[in-house]
């Protein structure tokens, strides 16, 4: 498949219908300039704070806030660090000051400028300040891009877990332009790819020949393969939310792989792996452990480990005691009564949730305590 007629139409836009609640994503190359004018649409006031990182403001902040006061908003910037150790509530705690100092008000409305964790901290931020106000997303790394900027899940970590604390607060607009992937990092942008594995391994088996067929255009950051694979997931993903927006049953299925992922960033303290990397070894132990349970076949296991092979991503579970790779498991949120909601792939394209209460197959798949 060489385009996305068939997931659709040809319009890169994708709509994430939620009734009165529902928003536009916007795909293109080189639309950052477009920001300014596609807020004023929105009407949701004329202050606004653009939160940040430094790595990212050095790159695309004068082109955003060029637009936004062109278009006639008051624009303040709050910065936070760069990196996952600072998504906590330390850091909240400084934007909510940054945000008083500022001025903000209900009448304003926040930008979140970045990857997942600028997007996620500022729309906890946005989610909490004044009880809520509105923010927009503009997502440049690719696992931002196709995953969390879409859906609305907000929040921090804590010490004990991932993404502990949060809520669920849907942007007003999102805007994503491809041409902010060509100054991310490669092990980024790598990582970013196990998001989109994730998308075609349970949901669509075309994105997943797709990805297999043109790994090496997307591997040199074409943007017309960039733009399809980012709008195709994002629709997969909108269809998804719009069933399932609060994670009661359906949206579950787009955590396959983040169940093992998340406890391997616990227990390689947010640093050794990135997400995407540590989703790609959670989401090899996810194949395997669907094989044995019979819903998945060799072949299938087979073609997961090549293709995340392919796109530069690990495979193997850092080795740690099974013990502690038992406690971060059922320390995760998504942990109920003792047992685990597993997201298991059916072949290519498919998937079963599996209750998990014995989590020792779980890690005998994954190659862990021998």
Same mark, same amino acid.
């Given at each position: 498949m060489d385009d996305l007629s068939s997931v659709g139409g040809n319009s890169p836009d994708v709509t994430v219908s939620l009734g009165d609640r529902s928003y536009g994503i916007?795909?293109?190359?080189?639309?950052?300039?477009?920001?300014?004018? *596609?807020?004023?649409?929105l009407e949701i006031g004329k %202050?606004?704070?653009?939160i940040t990182n430094p790595t990212v403001a050095g790159y695309y902040l004068a082109s955003v806030r060029t637009s936004l006061e062109s278009a006639g908003f008051n624009v303040a910037v709050v910065e936070i660090p760069d990196g996952e150790e600072f998504?906590? !509530? =330390?850091?909240?705690?400084s934007v909510y000051n940054d945000l008083v100092d500022a001025g903000m008000n209900r009448g304003g409305f926040v930008v979140a400028l970045g990857g997942g964790v600028v997007g996620d901290l500022a729309g906890f931020a946005a989610a909490t300040f004044l009880r809520g106000i509105e923010f927009v997303q503009v997502p440049t790394t690719l696992l931002s891009q196709v995953d969390?900027?879409?859906?609305? %899940?907000?929040?921090v970590n804590l010490d004990k877990g991932k993404n502990l604390v949060g809520a669920f607060h849907q942007p007003r607009f999102v805007l994503i332009d491809v041409m902010t992937l060509s100054t991310l990092p490669e092990r980024e942008f790598i990582g970013g790819l196990a998001e989109v594995i994730k998308y075609g391994a349970v949901l669509d088996a075309e994105l997943f020949?797709?990805?297999?067929?043109?790994?090496? *255009?997307? !591997?040199?950051?074409d943007p017309e393969p960039l733009k399809q694979i980012i709008s195709w997931c994002c629709r997969l993903k909108a269809d998804v939310v719009a069933q399932d927006e609060r994670e009661t049953g359906l949206r579950?299925? !787009?955590?396959?792989?983040?169940t093992l992922g998340h406890a391997v960033e616990l227990l390689t303290g947010y640093g050794k792996y990135s997400h995407g990397e540590a989703v790609a070894i959670g989401m090899v132990a996810a194949a395997s452990f669907s094989e044995q349970k019979g819903f998945a076949a060799p072949e299938?296991?087979?073609?997961? @480990?090549?293709?995340?092979?392919?796109?530069? !991503?690990?495979? *193997?579970?850092?080795?740690?005691?099974?013990? *502690?790779? $038992?406690?971060?498991?059922?320390? /995760? %949120?998504?942990?109920? /009564?003792?047992? $685990?909601?597993f997201v298991c792939n059916k072949g290519i394209g498919g998937f079963s949730f599996e @209750?998990?209460? =014995?989590?020792?197959?779980?890690?005998?798949a994954s190659g862990i305590g021998g």
């Open positions: 916007a795909i293109g190359s080189g639309t950052l300039g477009n920001l300014g004018q *596609e807020c004023l649409k %202050k606004v704070a653009i998504k906590n !509530l =330390d850091t909240v705690a969390s900027s879409v859906g609305g %899940k907000t929040g020949g797709f990805l297999e067929q043109h790994s090496e *255009e997307i !591997l040199a950051r579950a299925v !787009l955590n396959f792989g983040h299938d296991t087979a073609r997961i @480990r090549a293709l995340l092979a392919r796109m530069g !991503l690990p495979a *193997e579970a850092p080795q740690f005691a099974p013990g *502690e790779y $038992i406690a971060s498991l059922v320390r /995760d %949120k998504k942990s109920r /009564d003792g047992g $685990i909601t @209750r998990v209460t =014995d989590l020792w197959p779980l890690l005998s």
